[in-house]
């Protein structure tokens, strides 16, 4: 089974400055806990992201797409990286979630990933 953690940090709670980068102490214990995971043999993809003032979003609604600059004023909570793992369960998922070494504050969402198996056979056609 895939899952994808989704790392929301509680940095992200307010505006950051221009050029921000995460502490290098925080980088070390977090590149030793993604190495932890890749010699388990579970990680298949990470990235961190850029906050959130560097991004935009697209709003669909009554036909027309809008484009809102970053920052998010109305997001409550704002994922900060990914981490795409292969695990036997949810549950082993979980427990290497709660080693990563995240910040107090800090909000790891566990999410499997809808697998094309998982649809009926007329759905499965579709996909190419």
């Not at 795409?84 to 369960?89: H, P």
Request: charged letters at 30%.
């Amino acid at each position: 089974m895939r899952f994808m953690m989704l790392m929301i940090p509680k940095v992200y709670d307010q505006p950051l400055p221009d050029g921000w980068l995460p502490p290098a102490d925080a980088i070390e214990k977090m590149v030793k806990y993604n190495e932890s995971l890749g010699a388990a043999g579970l990680l298949l993809d990470l990235n961190g992201l850029h906050p959130p003032e560097k991004g935009k979003r697209v709003k669909f609604g009554g036909g027309k797409p809008v484009v809102i600059d970053g920052p998010f004023a109305e997001a409550k909570e704002l994922v900060g990286g990914y981490w795409m793992i292969k695990a036997d369960s949810l549950e082993q998922v979980t427990e290497w979630a709660r080693k990563c070494p995240a910040e107090d504050g800090d909000i790891i969402e566990i999410r499997p990933i809808m697998e094309l198996e998982e649809f009926p056979e007329e759905i499965q056609k579709l996909v190419p």
